[in-house]
């Protein structure tokens, strides 16, 4: 099993911005975040290898948010900054660990707990 421990959520106004931290020590070859908005499903906003390569972004976040990843220390940490955060991209956001480069959730095989992004305008 993969366990993830994500943090960095929290409240921020329209155009700001936060970081979300996710990090295991388990191997991993691909790690992303997914999220889901109240009433709604949820939907893959970044992806990338735990090498830092093939970075995969949803249409609605390119050019706002930056996906990396840092292998150091026996760990795998991937981070999530989000810059000129919107209304809709409130939700909670869901660290997970898989093996394809996708957005996809069912290619994705464990699931952090979340953490709560809220923006309000």
């Known amino acids: 099993a993969v366990y993830l421990a994500e943090s960095g959520g929290g409240s921020v106004e329209a155009g700001g911005a936060l970081r979300l931290s996710c990090e295991t020590r388990?191997?991993?070859?691909?790690m992303g975040w997914f999220r889901q908005a109240p009433g709604k499903g949820r939907e893959g906003v970044a992806s990338i290898s735990t090498d830092g390569m093939l970075p995969l972004y949803a249409d609605s976040v390119k050019g706002r948010f930056t996906i990396s990843a840092v292998n150091a220390n026996a760990k795998n940490t991937v981070y999530l900054q989000m810059n000129d955060l919107k209304s809709e991209d409130t939700g909670m956001y869901y660290c997970?660990?898989?093996?394809?480069?996708?957005?996809?959730?069912?290619?994705?095989?464990?699931w952090g707990q979340g953490t709560q992004v809220t923006v309000s305008s």
């Open positions: 997970a660990a898989g093996s394809a480069a996708s957005l996809l959730e069912r290619y994705f095989d464990y």
């Open positions: 388990e191997y991993t070859s691909r």
